[in-house]
Nanobody
Framework: QVQLAESGGGLVQVGGSLKLSCTASASGRAFSISNMAWYRQPPGKEREWVAS???????MYADSVKGRFTISRDNARNTVYLQMNSLEPEDTANYYCVTSTSEGDFYGQGTQVTVSS
């Protein structure tokens, strides 16, 4: 079992910025990661994909966040980040990371982002 620990959510005003992080660990066991991604679920809506950072490939973004969000990875720390700029009320959601590893796919618990107008 791979555990994911997310942090960085909070309350921010329109136009503000937040940086989320998600670290994968497995109680000292070695594992490989093929992809780390962020999803979000706005209140009362379906889950939606936000961005992906596949190993050795270009990052990908949903059209709704392109140009405002940046996904990056620190492979030495098994950590993925999501830098969110120019936040809008529509970005309010529970954000969680999904990691594809040699032991399977794992989902984090999520971190809440609230953008106030």
């Amino acid at each position: 079992q791979v555990q994911l620990a997310e942090s960085g959510g909070g309350l921010v005003q329109v136009g503000g910025s937040l940086k989320l992080s998600c670290t994968a660990s497995a109680s000292g066991r070695a594992f490989s990661i093929s992809n780390m991604a962020w999803y979000r679920q706005p209140p009362g809506k379906e889950r939606e994909w936000v961005a992906s950072a596949p190993s050795g490939r270009r990052q990908m973004y949903a059209d709704s966040v392109k140009g405002r969000f940046t996904i990056s990875r620190d492979n030495a720390r098994n950590t993925v980040y999501l830098q969110m700029n120019s936040l809008e009320p529509e970005d309010t959601a529970n954000y969680y990371c999904v990691t594809s590893t040699s032991e399977g796919d794992f989902y984090g618990q999520g971190t809440q982002v609230t953008v106030s107008s």
